[in-house]
């Protein structure tokens, strides 16, 4: 199973469910991103771990190769002393550390392919990681910029303001109701106070201008009066 498709089924395991429940999407970015890593990880220590089997089968490798070069060299001296038994014994034991040789050489491109593989993936997994990251600093933004367009539509459509004004409108109704109670002790009274002493100040005013008036054509009237009276 390759990389991608590990880590496919790693975070479709937990996003299916969010993703179904209308979670944040933020939050999924950073899960996504979160699993991403946590595969890096995984990927760098399977990765190292192979390296570090490479080296040893490496050594074996070496150590079987020179095995059968050492059981070439005691087949030869065993013919050179007339002993084939010894020799073909030695040639035996070459053969078997060559055919190990191989096994191991084998075992080696396996974990080349392997690495090889690793790196591979670790490169594109590192490219689709660093997009995500920039994706999920977009995504942030445009999280932010949404939120904020809400939050002033909201204020421009919520009941708060149409409950402040009519609140507001509440108490001038209020306001003029108390007014209206002040103004009501003068109904009945026929007159208002205030009217009263207006009607007080222009009275002071004819009675001034009469009384200028009598002094004025008092005098005569006044004769006249005396007049009539000894008749």
């Known amino acids: 199973m390759g990389i991608f498709s590990r880590m496919g089924d790693i975070i479709n395991s937990n996003l299916n469910s969010m993703i179904d ?23 760098r220590t399977d990765a190292a771990r192979n390296i570090a089997e490479r080296k040893e089968l490496s050594r074996r490798a070496d150590d079987y190769q020179s095995r059968a070069s050492d059981w070439a060299t005691k ?22 550390s060559e055919a190990m040789h191989e096994v191991v050489l084998k075992e080696i491109d396996i974990i080349d392919e392997a690495v090889a593989k690793a790196d591979e993936d670790l490169s594109k997994l590192q490219s689709k990681l660093n997009e995500a990251k920039a994706k999920h600093k977009a995504l942030l933004m445009r999280g932010q910029v949404a939120r904020g367009q809400i939050k002033v539509r909201q204020q421009l459509s919520d009941n708060k303001v149409e409950d402040a004004l009519s609140r507001y409108a509440r108490m001038e109704r209020k306001v003029d109701e108390l007014e209206a109670h002040v103004e009501s002790f003068d109904l009945g009274a026929g007159e208002t106070l205030e009217s009263q002493f207006a009607a007080l100040a222009a009275d002071e005013a004819i009675e001034s201008e009469l009384a200028a008036l009598k002094a ?15 008749g």
């Not at 429940?21 to 990927?43: C, F, G, N, S």
């Not at 065993?78 to 053969?95: M, N, P, Y």
């Open 216 to 230: 004025k054509v008092g005098t005569p009237k006044a004769a006249n009066g005396d007049k009539k009276k000894a």
């Open 75 to 96: 087949a030869e001296l065993a013919l050179t002393k007339d002993r084939e038994d010894l020799a073909r014994g030695a040639l035996s034991a070459k053969q078997q």
């Open 21 to 43: 429940k209308a979670e944040d999407p933020e939050k999924i970015a950073r899960l996504i991103i979160q699993e991403m890593e946590d595969t890096l990880v995984e990927v």
